[in-house]
């Protein structure tokens, strides 16, 4: 089955500054790739993803980068604001039969002014 | 306003006791969903349904069940709740696959079980 994997668990920037989160998947077939933003005490809400047909894709801070090849993709979010503070999941398709989302572990980012 | 709704958002119970998370959406998707969320752990995938009528396990289906009678209503049961099954449960839902549009998800369902 899928495996998704995210690093790192916890990061810490100064308002300002670019930060990346990275994720791994093993399954070949996986297709798309969402990342999901979790602010305290709330639901996850889709920021940004991105489909296998494509390397890149940007929502103005945000960016999101896969490679394919290399079974992995990253989150880019630059000008970090306090309000970007939040657990960031990313997520694959597991594409056996039903297409299901695999998420990973989460990661806490916390920008501090 | 379309969405998801749950039920109850928090609830402490028993262990032992019998618990049924409710779930409801608007949005005439096919697909639903139930993670449950842990500190380190992530969003992992307890139950889910593609269709009125057809349910499938997940990463961690046991100890849970659930039943999809119609397209809107998607219940998760805890038969015997353990305190191992302390979580927040998220219901979700999507159109038939990704190609088409994004997972949504609940507010949330706080489960302490003691």
């Known amino acids: 089955g899928e495996n998704v994997e995210q690093h790192p668990s916890t990061l810490s920037v100064q308002e300002g500054d670019s930060a990346v989160i990275k994720c791994t998947y093993s399954?070949?077939?996986?297709?798309?790739f969402p990342w999901y933003k979790q602010e305290l005490g709330k639901r996850p809400q889709l920021i940004i993803d991105?489909?296998?047909?494509?390397g890149e894709k940007k929502d103005q801070r945000i960016a999101v980068t896969l490679n394919k090849t290399a079974k992995h993709f990253s989150l880019h979010i630059t000008e970090t604001q306090p309000e970007d503070s939040a657990v960031y999941f990313c997520?694959?398709?597991?594409?056996?039969?039903?297409?299901?989302?695999?998420f990973g572990t989460g990661t806490r980012l916390l920008v501090s002014p | 306003i379309a969405g998801i709704t749950q039920a109850p958002t928090s609830q402490i119970l028993a262990a032992g006791r019998r618990m049924t998370l409710r779930c409801t959406q608007d949005?005439?998707?096919?697909?639903m969903y139930w993670y449950r969320q842990d500190l380190g752990l992530g969003l992992r995938l307890i139950h889910y349904?593609?269709?009125?009528?057809?349910?499938g396990k997940g990463e961690v289906p046991d100890g849970y069940s659930v039943s999809r009678a119609n397209t809107d209503d998607f219940p998760l049961t805890l038969a015997s709740a353990v305190p191992s099954q302390t979580s927040v449960y998220f219901c979700?839902?999507?159109?038939?696959?990704?190609?088409?549009?994004?997972?949504?998800f609940g507010e949330g369902s706080r489960l302490t079980v003691l």
């Open positions: 979700a839902s999507s159109a038939q696959d990704f190609n088409t549009g994004e997972l949504f």
């Open positions: 399954d070949s077939a996986s297709n798309y």
């Open positions: 991105i489909r296998s047909n494509v």
């Open positions: 997520a694959a398709t597991l594409n056996t039969g039903f297409q299901k989302l695999v």
């Open positions: 949005m005439r998707h096919n697909a």
């Open positions: 349904s593609n269709t009125a009528g057809t349910t």
